[in-house]
């Protein structure tokens, strides 16, 4: 499988760096850290999710799992460690390109917005630090994940199939149940009101926006 995708990705054009196991790939990462990594959750040496919480404790790069592994507790486990996207094997090799493609896009956004202020609230997605009148707020990678994708667009309404695209990918855009059971824990743990949302604002029927204003 690694060596079909080094020539598939090679012809569109990209340039590849290969690991065969866990520790070979964060090797990997240290020394070049890529604009985009693919990782399979079945690696000879250690959990595959081992690797997404390492190198998500270090950087934003974009992470799109490929694994034969189809049950939705593995696929919610990858994308709570931080995980961008999830294949399941097999697939085809222009849908991985066209997702390769959308996690590049997402990428370059993240490190243009490394610390956003909005109002008495600081996203800081280098050190995934949340804090609220300089308190922090301890979010899972999931939950900082969606807080960033509203604090880059202060004031204006996300679609729900935008926040899954952006947070889960291309593969959860109909999964609008699924963002409001993350929206409503992310909530309780930045709002003064659960019950009364005020940070984040529900726009009926279409998605959510984070309030730009001071005063919550």
Same mark, same amino acid.
Request: proline residues 5%; aromatic residues 4%.
């Given at each position: 499988?690694?060596?079909?995708?080094?020539?598939?990705?090679?012809?569109?054009?990209?340039?590849?760096?290969?690991? @065969?196991?866990?520790?070979?790939?964060?090797?990997?990462?240290?020394?070049? *850290?890529?604009?985009?990594?693919?990782?399979?959750? =079945?690696?000879?040496?250690?959990?595959?999710?081992?690797?997404?919480?390492?190198?998500? @404790?270090?950087?934003?790069?974009?992470?799109?799992?490929?694994?034969?592994? @189809?049950?939705?507790?593995? *696929?919610?486990?990858?994308?709570?460690?931080?995980?961008?996207?999830? $294949?399941?094997?097999?697939?085809?090799?222009?849908?991985?390109?066209?997702? $390769?493609?959308?996690?590049?896009?997402?990428?370059?956004?993240?490190?243009?917005?490394?610390?956003?202020?909005?109002?008495?609230?600081?996203?800081?997605?280098?050190?995934?630090?949340?804090?609220?009148?300089?308190?922090?707020?301890?979010?899972?990678?999931?939950?900082?994940?969606?807080?960033? $994708?509203?604090?880059?667009?202060?004031?204006?309404?996300?679609?729900? =199939?935008?926040?899954?695209?952006?947070?889960?990918?291309?593969?959860?855009?109909?999964?609008? *149940?699924?963002?409001?059971?993350?929206?409503?824990?992310?909530?309780?743990? &930045?709002?003064?009101?659960?019950?009364?949302?005020?940070? &984040?604002?529900?726009?009926?029927?279409?998605?959510?926006?984070?309030?730009?204003?001071?005063?919550?």
């Amino acid at each position: 499988m690694r060596k079909v995708l080094l020539v598939a990705l090679q012809r569109h054009g990209y340039q590849v760096v290969e690991a @065969s196991t866990g520790e070979q790939a964060l090797m990997r990462f240290r020394e070049v *850290q890529p604009n985009v990594m693919l990782l399979d959750l =079945g690696l000879p040496d250690m959990d595959g999710v081992q690797v997404i919480s390492t190198v998500r @404790s270090q950087h934003e790069l974009p992470i799109i799992i490929l694994s034969a592994r @189809s049950e939705e507790q593995q *696929q919610i486990r990858a994308l709570d460690a931080g995980a961008n996207d999830y $294949v399941t094997k097999p697939f085809r090799e222009g849908e991985l390109m066209a997702r $390769v493609r959308a996690a590049l896009r997402y990428g370059p956004r993240l490190r243009e917005r490394r610390e956003l202020t909005i109002g008495d609230m600081r996203v800081d997605a280098i050190q995934r630090r949340v804090l609220i009148r300089d308190v922090e707020i301890e979010l899972t990678p999931t939950e900082f994940k969606l807080l960033h $994708v509203l604090a880059c667009e202060p004031g204006q309404v996300l679609t729900h =199939g935008q926040l899954l695209r952006e947070v889960w990918g291309p593969n959860r855009v109909e999964d609008v *149940q699924y963002l409001r059971v993350y929206m409503k824990q992310l909530r309780r743990k &930045i709002e003064d009101d659960p019950s009364q949302p005020k940070r &984040i604002v529900t726009a009926l029927g279409v998605g959510y926006r984070l309030n730009p204003a001071s005063d919550h």
